[in-house]
């Protein structure tokens, strides 16, 4: 039997590594206390860093995955997620969450001085789970079966 979507199985394994080993960095950075994490600007900029790289690699797979298979062509980097939402990729009450990383990495990137290092640390104690949701989805999304 066929998988139903095509896909570069190496690329999407890079992609895979990177994202499991930003989530292992975050995971740690999750440990500290709210106080240790603030007061150190180099465990801060590394929850960011690793924030980027892996929402980056979330968008990358999915990129890769509507290229390979002439998916509709995403409007940025939120419409990504939309688009493998509406090919059965991920549940609709899903998006949200997804959309609302996509905009957060736009913010990481382009205002950068406007972050709140509490944001992080919050997005670190109650959002890294929707990146270890996404790798599920993704997973199954890509086990279908013609």
Known sequence: MKYKYKYNP????KLFSELFNALDKLRELANLS???FLRDVHKVASAKYHLLIAIEASIDMCNHVIAQNKLRTPEDYADTFRVLQEVGAFPKDFLPKLIE??????RLVHIYWEVDNEVIYQILKEDISDLEKFTGYFTEFLKKKV
């Open 10 to 13: 190496d690329k999407i394994r």
């Open 101 to 106: 990383m996509a905009r957060f990495r736009n």
């Open 34 to 36: 709210k106080d240790e």
